[in-house]
């Protein structure tokens, strides 16, 4: 099992989108995948966590870190 990090800082769009969707394809069953983004961007949760789900991860943690970041903990299980 591997862990995955993924920090996305400043404003996303659809070139965002598409380097997490890539990057998704690269993490195995069984494997860790942890998307952390500034908490101006929170209006992209719900996206992120829906790509996340229709990929085959199961959400298992988020929320702001004790830095203020936005955080996103998901497990690929297929």
Known sequence: MSDY???IRGA???GEYSDIHDY???VDKNDNFTIT???KNKQHISIITSMLKENDFNILEQGISSGG???ITA???R
Do not use: E, F, V
């Open 5 to 7: 990090k993924m920090d």
């Open 12 to 14: 996303l769009g659809l």
């Open 24 to 26: 998704m394809g690269i």
């Open 37 to 39: 983004l500034d908490t």
């Open 69 to 71: 970041d936005y955080y």
């Open 75 to 77: 497990n690929k299980y």
